[in-house]
């Protein structure tokens, strides 16, 4: 988990508010992803980038932005936050040049566990 | 329907027992599976990974998987205390995207 930092790693706001979350890693990894973990859904992909210049929507992405501001850093935006994006996210990290064996395994940040009151 | 199922638990054995935890799926075009293990207050970290129908073993664990019953499992042998964590099911088609079970919630009793 060091080589994929989050920040902050607990939060609490309120309804209306902007919140950033920031991802950082030092694997060198070109693909970054973020997901949302909730109780009885698992983890739910909402927005991925596989370069700097390339940001897709994933499953979940309404409500949410990200910025790519480097190969190493990858943010998720709540614009206005709500009650029910209270989750905990996480980052992703994957090397696309892993083409044998695992091959885009995934590795995982710790973690951000916000909370929108 | 989810693509991916999941008992969520949660389970509990007693130390030394064999853990039994499995996922049923309903994409065919799912080629790659995996178990993630996630402490308290951590990231998934990859546990196990298959390619094919059959067995894989490491050490205490073995990883499981049914292609023509869309069902896939993993076996902890002589269960620990540090065992206990959740375990999430994962699996992918031929790209990117992973698609996660629930989760099951694991403890081991001393």
């Known amino acids: 988990d060091a080589d994929v930092t989050q920040t902050p790693r607990n939060r609490i706001t309120k309804t209306g508010k902007r919140i950033m979350l920031e991802c950082s890693q030092t694997?060198?990894?070109?693909?970054m992803y973020w997901y949302r973990q909730d109780p009885g859904l698992g983890l739910r992909l909402i927005y991925y980038s596989f370069d700097v210049k390339d940001i897709n929507k994933g499953e979940i992405s309404d409500g949410y932005s990200v910025s790519r501001q480097a190969q190493a850093k990858f943010s998720l935006s709540l614009e206005s936050a709500i009650p029910n994006q209270t989750a905990l996210y996480f980052c992703?990290?994957?090397?696309?040049?892993?083409?044998?064996?695992?091959?885009?395994?995934?590795?995982f940040g710790p973690g951000t566990r916000l909370t929108v009151l | 329907q989810k693509e991916v199922e999941q008992d969520p638990g949660p389970l509990s054995v007693p130390e030394g027992a064999i853990v039994s935890l499995n996922c049923t799926y309903s994409n065919s075009a799912f080629q790659y599976f995996m178990w993630y293990r996630q402490y308290s207050r951590k990231g998934p970290e990859l546990l196990m990974y298959t390619y094919s129908s059959g067995n894989k073993e490491d050490g205490r664990f073995t990883a499981q998987v049914d292609k023509s019953s869309k069902y896939i499992s993993l076996f902890i042998r002589d269960s620990q205390p540090s065992d206990s964590a959740t375990y999430l099911c994962?699996?992918?088609?031929?790209?990117?995207?992973?698609?996660f079970g629930a989760g099951t919630t694991v403890t081991v009793r001393a």
């Open positions: 994962a699996m992918r088609r031929d790209d990117y995207k992973l698609s």
């Open positions: 694997k060198g990894h070109d693909r």
């Open positions: 992703a990290t994957s090397d696309s040049q892993l083409k044998i064996g695992l091959g885009n395994e995934q590795f």
